[in-house]
């Protein structure tokens, strides 16, 4: 079975300080990625996605962005965080080419900015 | 463009209930539908999909929706609600665009239990 992991749980930064979230898939091959940010009281607005290694797509211009180094790895970077960046990231696979499917979300972290 | 929306941001029954969460669509294409749970601090968890199969939906944790194409609709429900039923529940819908799936979700609704 597929299984989605995400690190690490809860982070704590000081503003300017660089980021790095992680995000692996086990259990499937070429699926597409997902990255979205939940900030409180809001819904889920997402970030960037990825059909396939080093193709990201970016949906709002930001101080992040994100790499797809291997299938199945998908990674959230900034080097330099603001206060606005603080949130709960959420990462997702899907299978590839099959809108039927519904996305699958790792357990998520939560980002504070100091 | 396909959306969805969720009537209410909250919702309180009583332990042992009906539970309706709304969920209403725009879709200019068969829409396929979800409906996903989150607990507070983790992921979101799949409740239920509608795919076109069948219009009433089952889910997990004795959740269940109907897809009414004539109102637009994907209402949420529940018989009985126990206490372990409270968290915030999304709405989306889901289609293939440029490439890749897309999936819009509803801002959620969070659902109270009263003992």
């Known amino acids: 079975s597929q299984t989605i992991h995400q690190w690490p749980a809860t982070l704590v930064q000081p503003v300017g300080s660089p980021l790095s979230l992680e995000c692996t898939v086990e259990g499937t091959s070429n699926p597409n990625l997902y990255w979205y940010r939940q900030a409180a009281g809001r819904g889920l607005q997402l970030l960037f996605y990825s059909v396939g290694i080093g193709q990201i797509s970016s949906e709002v211009p930001q101080n992040l962005s994100a790499s797809r180094p291997q299938d199945r790895q998908f990674i959230l970077s900034s080097k330099k965080l603001l206060l606005s960046d603080s949130g709960f990231y959420l990462c997702?696979?899907?299978?590839?080419?099959?809108?039927?499917?519904?996305?699958?979300f790792g357990d998520g972290t939560r980002l504070s900015i100091l | 463009a396909q959306s969805v929306t969720q009537l209410g941001s909250h919702v309180s029954v009583s332990e042992g209930a009906l539970v309706l969460l709304r969920c209403n669509y725009s879709?200019?294409?068969?829409?396929?539908l979800f409906w996903y749970v989150q607990y507070p601090n983790q992921g979101l968890q799949l409740l239920l999909k509608y795919t076109s199969a069948a219009t009433l939906v089952k889910g997990i944790n004795g959740f269940e929706a109907e897809f009414k194409k004539s109102e637009t609709s994907f209402h949420l429900t529940k018989p009985s609600a126990h206490m372990s039923d409270a968290a915030e529940y999304f709405c989306?819908?889901?289609?293939?665009?440029?490439?890749?799936?897309?999936?819009?979700f509803g801002t959620g609704t969070k659902l109270q239990v009263i003992p």
């Open positions: 879709s200019s294409v068969p829409p396929y």
């Open positions: 997702a696979w899907s299978p590839n080419r099959d809108s039927n499917q519904p996305q699958h």
């Open positions: 989306a819908v889901s289609y293939y665009s440029g490439g890749y799936q897309k999936v819009t």
